[in-house]
């Protein structure tokens, strides 16, 4: 694994927000990290390239969350104050939902330890040097209902079947970040696309996103998401160069 944004690229684009749904260590296929030390590398990598892209007192908001034999929201907290971003939050997604319908006592009926469900994630906020964002009227008046930083969302059900990508966030997380750090007509970055989850809450927001991902076919989900929600057909514009980081017409 290496950095995922080549410098030249974060040469060509500025953004004002970036949402960034990371994989939590080695939880599903798509990734296979030797170590969480390399998975800590390129973390960093990633969230210093970010940190290139976004303007001054523009808000990273980071969606981890724990494993059960690792704390991945205190590793990746470590690495935003390393590079420099200060700490605005952390608003907890408290996942509701038909999976959630568990017996409590499960773990300790058949076991005899204690081992709670993991029944919430972190959307960790950090924002670069400069003054916080001021939503405008629209995110004001959405954002009134969500006065707290606890937000109850239902969980994303058969994600694999609607939408090919097996770790899938509710559109309505991206949405109130959108809603709460950029105005209409800006512009959100997201490093990691699965299945496009942060596009789609951009389209709905009335923002421009840009969006990578490294798995060709979660390239086409999301391509194929976009076109359903959207009605339009999408365009190759070209192909970045690996060698350049310029972008040649196909
Ligand atoms: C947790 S998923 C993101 C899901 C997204 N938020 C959504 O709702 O669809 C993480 C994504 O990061 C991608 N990814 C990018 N770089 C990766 C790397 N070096 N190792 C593993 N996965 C990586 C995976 O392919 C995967 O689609």
Known sequence: MGALIPETFCRAINVNHVFGGPPYYNQRL?????????????????MRNCNEILGGGSVIAWNIANGSKMDHISHHSCLFEEIGFQYVDTIAWIKSGANFDIKRSCHITTTGHYYPALQWEAILVYKKHGPMPKMDSQGQEYMRRFQTNVWEVTQVILQGE??????VCPVEIPYRCIQSYTKKGET???PFGGSGTT???????GRSAFLMEQHPAYCDAIIQRWEQLTGKQAKLLGNISHQNGQLHSP
């Open 30 to 46: 798509y990734a296979n990290w030797q170590n969480n030390e390399d998975y800590l590398r390129d973390m960093s990598t990633i």
């Open 162 to 167: 609607k939408f090919k990508h097996p770790a």
């Open 188 to 190: 959100v970055f997201e």
């Open 199 to 205: 596009l789609i809450a951009a389209e709905m927001a």
